[in-house]
């Protein structure tokens, strides 16, 4: 446990030539001291990128899960985040230049373990290198003002960080020309050739990985190998050959995965579901000291069910289901979601007899648990999400009267999937596609509309290609080609 701060000390204001936070923050102080952050890793940022921009997205969920709960005093874990960063103005400069280059991104590892905001805060800036555009700031404000003023008072050129991390341009440079508009013809003629022939390279990339994964799960008896990282799987390789090196030269170590599904994803520890999460940037004497906690994981695995129960209960038997889109919820932080829910409903029914909902009311209905922050809401399959700081009185009212909706969105769901299904088989076998699916961000409406637009206009080009339905033209690095589902 960390050592309470001894509340007697004050705050004070910035010296000359240092760079100084107050040691207590108000929420809209830590919002202002984290602006350049938030310019530099926004999911919008990452539109063509879905890997980096999901990574981004889910690491601030988390973070601001994290600043909540110090905010409000609540129990906190060490939290470790991944985020990606794009390199600043010369490499920015460089791209204007040769805009077919990909851009480069800077992955910055952040692990918070401090109940003091002003720490969190500091620790955060300082690990994306912005802790010199805030002194230079800060020394600035100071030297404008004779008068000491707060820690973090002085006003902040957030436009020039802006412009850093945002990648914007000069409205009078030639590239800020509007562009002729990419057809899926014209699309597909000039990157065809290219995809192809990555396409062939992944095939021998892929046969590589399937043999490594298929004599790692033997020499240490997994249930299941399976990776999940969003890279390909010639840069998923280093991180097999690393685990298959701890086999050889560690395998003492490595007896408590026996039995166990393991996945290679962007974070390492363990789910609600068991599974052992590594992340394939990590070293791996990082998983070694994972490996040897999985006991102590266990005892959590084993209060999951109990909790869920406590919180199904009260709601009508509503199925408590794991969000699988939150990859980087470990078994500790679902636990104190579960635990926070169940305790509110708690004090929402003293003093007063039986359970807030009937039993049964919502059987056969699901409900996810999310981070704390985040809207309450009802997914297009018919799930509930909802916050863990959501207040239990408005959960209950949410519940019964988006009930009958839960279950139309259910109903319709069963019918979509058999029709997308149908949809998707015909599409492939017409245009002769290996695979062909949707991003999540595509709904079943948009893929039946671009499913059948492919049918109705087919191209031969595409005959033995892996097509991805999204919002946006791309060709990865293993040859899959990525397309709009309103294409022209």
């Known amino acids: 446990m960390f050592s309470r701060i001894n ?54 969920k988390r973070l601001n899960s994290y600043i909540d709960n110090i905010e409000n005093k609540y129990p906190v874990n060490p939290t470790h985040l991944t985020f990606y960063l794009k390199d600043c103005v010369k490499q920015l400069e460089q791209q204007q230049i040769r805009r077919n280059q990909d851009p480069k991104f800077k992955t910055v ?58 990648d914007k341009r000069n409205i009078h440079e030639s590239q800020f020309q509007k562009k002729p508009k990419i057809t899926l013809t014209s699309f597909i003629y000039e990157q065809i ?28 008896e997994l249930r299941d190998l399976s990776l999940d990282c969003g890279w390909t799987c010639a840069s998923c390789q280093g991180a097999l050959k690393n685990l298959l090196y701890l086999c050889k030269e560690k395998m003492s170590d490595l007896y408590t995965l026996r039995g166990r599904s393991v996945v290679l994803t962007r974070w390492t520890g363990v789910d609600p579901h068991g599974n052992i999460m590594l992340n394939v940037e990590d070293v791996p004497q990082y998983w070694l000291a994972l490996f040897g906690t999985l006991e102590d994981y266990d005892v959590l695995l084993h209060q999951v069910p109990l909790w869920e129960k406590r919180l199904s209960e009260p709601l009508g038997n509503i199925s408590i289901v794991y969000d699988k889109t939150s990859p980087s919820l470990g078994v500790p932080e679902y636990l104190n979601h579960l635990h926070r829910l169940v305790m509110g409903l708690r004090r929402f029914r003293f003093g007063r ?5 009937k039993p049964a009311t919502f059987k056969g209905i699901e409900c996810n648990i999310l981070s704390p922050n985040g809207p309450m809401s009802l997914s297009d399959n018919g799930q509930f999400r909802v916050p863990a700081s959501t207040p239990a009185e408005l959960l209950v009212d949410f519940l019964l009267q988006n009930k009958q909706k839960s279950l139309n969105l259910q109903e319709k769901l069963n019918k979509n999937i058999a029709e997308e299904q149908e949809v998707i088989s015909t599409c492939k076998q017409t245009l002769g596609l290996k695979s062909l699916r949707k991003d999540e961000s595509v709904s079943f409406q948009q893929m039946m509309t671009c499913c059948q637009a492919l049918i109705q206009q087919p191209l031969d080009e595409l005959f033995g290609t892996r097509v991805i339905v999204s919002k946006y033209y791309q060709v990865s690095d293993d040859g899959q080609i990525t397309i709009p589902w309103d294409w022209q």
């Open 353 to 357: 007899i039986g359970y807030p909902l």
């Open 7 to 60: 509340s007697s000390v004050i705050r004070t204001g910035p010296r000359r030539g240092s760079w100084l936070l107050p040691r207590f923050l108000s929420h809209a102080e830590s919002k202002a001291a984290l602006k350049p952050f938030y310019f530099a890793v926004h999911p919008d940022l990452f539109g063509q990128f879905p890997a980096e921009r999901a990574t981004n997205e889910d690491s601030l």
């Open 109 to 166: 590892r952040i692990s918070l373990f401090s109940r003091d905001l002003s720490f969190t805060v500091q620790q955060i800036l300082k690990s994306c290198g912005m802790h010199e555009d805030v002194v230079n700031v800060q020394n600035k404000s100071s030297d404008r003002h004779d008068v000491s003023t707060p820690g973090f008072g002085g006003p902040a050129d957030w436009l020039q960080t802006y412009r850093m991390y945002g």
């Open 193 to 220: 050739k290219d995809a192809k022939e990555k396409l062939d390279s992944s095939e021998k990339a892929y046969e590589e990985t399937m043999r490594i994964s298929q004599q790692i799960s033997a020499e240490l």
